[in-house]
Nanobody
Framework: QVQIVESGGALVQPGGSLRLYCLVS???????MGWYRQAPGRQRELVAS???????YHAESVQGRFAIARDAAKNTVHLQMSRLKPEDTATYFC??????????WGQGTQVTVSA
């Protein structure tokens, strides 16, 4: 059984910073990992990912503000977020990239950016 636990979300003012955490019970050493987000009324989008050898992708909307990191030894994936904007408000999920039908999802962690 694969378990994914995300944490670190909070209510933060515009311009603030947060660090999200993801623990994957099955390990992350064999797959690309990423952070997704989903806001009400919008499709889920991939905001950042990193391969097993450290090649990173960041969506244009978050480039220069978000940074993904992974620690395979600890089975964790982090997302450092800075200069947050109201449009970053969403539930953030951690998972493999790509994700397939039947893959497990965690509960996500809520990020709310508001003055």
């Amino acid at each position: 059984q694969v378990q994914i636990v995300e944490s670190g979300g909070a209510l933060v003012q515009p311009g603030g910073s947060l660090r999200l955490y993801c623990l994957v019970s099955g390990g992350i050493d064999t797959t690309r990992m990423g952070w997704y987000r989903q806001a009400p009324g919008r499709q889920r989008e991939l905001v950042a990912s990193m391969t097993t050898i450290g090649a990173a992708y960041h969506a244009e909307s978050v480039q220069g503000r978000f940074a993904i990191a992974r620690d395979a030894a600890k089975n964790t994936v982090h997302l450092q977020m800075s200069r947050l904007k109201p449009e970053d408000t969403a539930t953030y999920f951690c998972n493999k990239v790509p994700v397939y039908n039947g893959d497990y999802w965690g509960q996500g962690t809520q990020v709310t950016v508001s003055a």
